[in-house]
């Protein structure tokens, strides 16, 4: 009896693993609908872009002849070219005021801030705005920053200034201002998030050992809250680069975006100038992402 027992547990002892291969397989079957669905509705509808901007359009229709016309139209044009220019230095001017903004606040909320139950009280505030329509949060900087608006007023009243500033609204700097509100949560959250994350006692013994706050925000905080800023960054820089209604909106169409070429293309009919744009578009936001993510190995990070 204890000799049968012996080889019974000897056997179990050596049971062979299953084959690799339906591991493999299984995640292939588990991955098949993202790659299907990415497929489907990313990498066949930028295809299909490519291919129409290099349709032939005339000024009432487009055939699908495959001409470089429309490329060439695009970098030929001033108008288009300051568009790109335009939407490269509004992204820039916006990443900027975003960083400078929120990280203070992201700092405030993911590191001073100790209680967990008032810091998601805080972020909740931060996102409050996005309750209401984008549209509305949008015009609703229109009778702030208008030569009557409140901030003109409440200058004047306090003797800052003796007439209304006129490039508040339908200029650049309105342009700026609005976007900047719109999109700071988006980089307050995955900062406080990074942020929140750091081990209080690494910040202690720092102390402990002389080092002063700017010394340890240098050396410690900076650094490990860069992952936090990178993808605060791409949420930022992918909406920036892809707007349009907001510069329409408080420039007085006076602000030109490669997104704003898109819509009045698409809406004249003209899909391979439109589709010309959009490729061109596509690769800036594909050349701004690779560049934030070489930065940090979110992937280690996170």
């Known amino acids: 009896m204890t000799t049968t027992?012996?080889?019974?547990?000897?056997?179990?002892?050596?049971?062979?693993?299953?084959?690799?291969?339906?591991?493999?397989?299984?995640?292939?079957?588990?991955?098949?609908?993202?790659?299907?669905?990415?497929?489907?509705?990313?990498?066949?509808?930028?295809?299909?872009?490519?291919?129409?901007?290099?349709?032939?359009?005339?000024?009432?229709?487009?055939?699908?002849?495959?001409?470089?016309?429309?490329?060439?139209?695009?970098?030929?044009?001033?108008?288009?070219?300051g568009a790109l220019g335009t939407t490269v230095?509004?992204?820039l001017t916006v990443l900027a005021t975003t960083l400078l903004v929120g990280y203070p606040s992201a700092l405030f909320v993911g590191l001073f801030v100790k209680n967990k139950t008032i810091q998601t009280v805080l972020l909740t505030l931060c996102v409050i705005p996005f309750w209401t329509s984008f549209l509305i949060r949008v015009l609703a900087w229109r009778p702030m920053l208008g030569k009557e608006g409140a901030i003109n007023l409440i200058l004047m009243k306090f003797g800052i200034i003796t007439q209304p500033i006129e490039a508040l609204l339908f200029s650049d700097l309105s342009v700026v201002i609005g976007m900047t509100q719109i999109y700071c949560v988006f980089m307050v959250g995955p900062i406080a998030f990074m942020l929140a994350r750091i081990d209080p006692n690494i910040i202690e013994a720092a102390r402990?050992?002389?080092?002063?706050?700017?010394?340890?925000?240098?050396?410690?905080?900076?650094?490990?809250?860069?992952?936090?800023?990178?993808?605060?960054?791409?949420?930022?820089?992918?909406?920036?680069?892809?707007?349009?209604?907001?510069?329409a909106a408080l420039s007085g169409r006076k602000v030109n975006l490669l997104g704003?070429?898109?819509?009045?293309?698409?809406?004249?009919?003209?899909?391979?100038?439109?589709?010309?744009?959009g490729v061109i578009l596509t690769i800036v936001i594909g050349a701004v992402v690779a560049g934030l993510l070489r930065i940090v190995d979110l992937r280690n990070e996170l």
């Open 260 to 277: 704003n070429i898109i819509v009045t293309q698409v809406g004249s009919l003209k899909w391979a100038f439109a589709a010309v744009a």
């Open 5 to 81: 027992t012996t080889t019974i547990a000897a056997e179990n002892a050596h049971v062979d693993p299953p084959p690799r291969n339906n591991g493999a397989r299984v995640a292939y079957w588990l991955i098949a609908p993202g790659v299907v669905w990415m497929g489907l509705f990313l990498v066949l509808p930028m295809l299909m872009i490519v291919y129409v901007s290099f349709w032939t359009q005339t000024t009432f229709k487009i055939e699908p002849i495959l001409t470089t016309k429309s490329w060439v139209t695009f970098f030929a044009s001033d108008t288009y070219l």
């Open 208 to 247: 402990d050992l002389g080092a002063g706050f700017w010394r340890i925000f240098r050396t410690i905080i900076l650094p490990l809250s860069m992952p936090g800023v990178v993808v605060g960054a791409i949420f930022v820089s992918v909406m920036v680069l892809g707007e349009f209604a907001t510069s």
């Open 89 to 91: 230095r509004i992204w």
